[in-house]
């Protein structure tokens, strides 16, 4: 006998547990169906969360052996323990885990184990571990499977000496020389860990710059500071072909634009080149949902083309991030229940977790030129913030964006200290349409990073108080 729900969702990540939590909240029977071992997708099992506690862990590390003896804290003998680092990792992970599997209980959903199938609009097959095939009736079904790994033609990874974001979150040594393959959020991040604890860092760009997507005057000072730090940069350089070595990897590269091959040995190299949909076997063919040519679901306000199937997350257009996730999730949950679900694209935070970290929100000056929209700037140092200066961290500026005619705030751009919580408060204005001169106009407390904000929409009027 067929168990029957008002909302099946496929995929247990930030989108599926997130849309689950919410149906059940709004009164419907729910089944969350994921493949993996554990809940919680990408982001927790080898995404967002590993890296962060990486990353963390790491910069406590280097500031340790760097940085805390400027401030009068002298430290002898410290050592790295790198599998006590991996084992605290892991830890963390299995508690976060374990934290999604007690809210789906919590919410009465069905969590249900295996790879779904839709094989109707109201029906949707699960295969078990042990093969067994459970079938689930529903009156709607999300698709909310998120993303893989985007691979390089040719080159196989291993996740030993060749690695994806994956293998880089579990390596057993620190490789003398890692290369990275992309310049995009992940890629820097990840050589950010295993620069801190004692790698040299090559990063291949195929574009003439770094983090593409964020404001050109903010990706070109993080360069700066990523330079500062050691990491080296082929700019402008496609990587044509990896081969093992006895010891390591040799890997050839040539220009963009053709002509002038390269090789590069490494230890490990990471290929980072960004991710793609993942709706592999989800029966969206036999259904009839549609997608583009990169394999994206296209949706309308979460709607696929066929009654009853929605998609939301990674498998849909928009910034592959856990939080936009998370709020479709919402949402498409409130349109089933006859809601108006709602997410503001124009306001998703991205947030790159390096030392300095950069935030942003909104629109680039290079997005704004492109739609001959006209704009002020303001701009401001943490060289200029006390609280930066005290703390010794003072790389980095927020950028403010006002529209010329009417003051609004149309995007947010940070490096420096905390700007991925700081990136909040532009955020939260935007939301409520502020304008530059509202939030120089609120009184931030003294002293705190926050105050390069409100000094930076200050000096989108020429008033800045403090430089």
């Not at 230890?267 to 989800?282: A, C, E, F, K, M």
Request: with cysteine; charged share 20%; net charge negative.
């Amino acid at each position: 006998m067929a168990d029957a729900y008002d909302l099946v969702v496929i995929g247990g990540g930030p989108g599926g547990y997130n849309c689950a939590i919410r149906g059940a909240q709004l009164g419907m029977r729910v089944a969350c169906v994921e493949k993996r071992d554990t809940y919680g997708g990408t982001c927790l099992n080898v995404g967002c969360i590993p890296s962060k506690a990486l990353l963390h862990a790491s910069e406590v590390y280097h500031e340790t052996c760097n940085g805390i003896s400027r401030l009068g804290v002298k430290v002898h003998g410290v050592d790295l323990d790198l599998p006590l680092m991996m084992q605290h990792k892991d830890k963390s992970v299995r508690a976060l885990t374990k934290g999604v599997e007690y809210l789906l209980n919590k919410n009465k959903i069905d969590a249900i184990s295996g790879a779904g199938r839709i094989v109707s609009p109201s029906r949707v097959d699960v295969t078990g571990p042990d093969g067994a095939v459970n079938t689930l009736e529903t009156r709607n079904i999300v698709i909310a499977t998120g993303s893989e790994v985007m691979p390089l033609p040719g080159i196989d990874v291993d996740e030993d000496r060749i690695v994806s974001s994956t293998g880089a979150l579990s390596l057993r040594y620190v490789p003398q020389h890692l290369v990275v393959v992309g310049g995009g959020y992940i890629g820097l991040e990840m050589g950010s860990v295993w620069r801190r604890l004692g790698a040299k860092v090559t990063v291949v760009e195929f574009l003439d710059r770094i983090t593409p997507g964020l404001d050109a005057e903010i990706a070109d000072q993080f360069q700066k500071v990523l330079r500062k730090q050691g990491f080296e940069f082929k700019l402008g350089t496609k990587v044509t072909g990896v081969d093992k070595l006895s010891d390591g990897v040799r890997i050839s590269t040539e220009d963009a634009a053709g002509g002038n091959d390269g090789q590069i040995e490494a230890d490990v190299v990471l290929i980072s080149i960004g991710r793609r949909p993942y709706t592999d076997n989800l029966g969206l063919e036999d259904v009839g949902v549609q997608m583009d040519n990169r394999g994206f679901i296209l949706t309308d306000h979460f709607k696929t083309n066929v009654d009853g199937i929605y998609a939301i997350g990674d498998v849909t257009h928009g910034p592959m991030l856990a939080h936009k996730a998370e709020d479709e999730a919402s949402a498409v949950a409130e349109v089933i229940a006859g809601q108006a679900g709602h997410v503001n694209y124009d306001v998703i935070p991205s947030v790159v977790y390096t030392s300095p970290e950069v935030a942003a929100v909104g629109k680039t000056e290079e997005e704004l030129k492109d739609q001959g929209v006209s704009y002020k700037v303001g701009r401001f140092p943490f060289t200029a913030n006390a609280r930066a200066k005290v703390a010794g961290h003072t790389e980095g500026m927020v950028k403010v964006i006002a529209d010329a005619a009417t003051d609004q705030v149309l995007g947010v751009h940070m490096i420096g200290p905390n700007v991925g919580e700081i990136i909040a408060e532009a955020a939260i204005a935007m939301e409520f349409c502020a304008s530059a001169e509202d939030i120089a106009m609120t009184c931030h407390a003294h002293p705190t990073l926050t105050e390069a904000v409100r000094q930076a929409a200050m000096d989108v009027h020429g008033r800045t108080m403090q430089m």
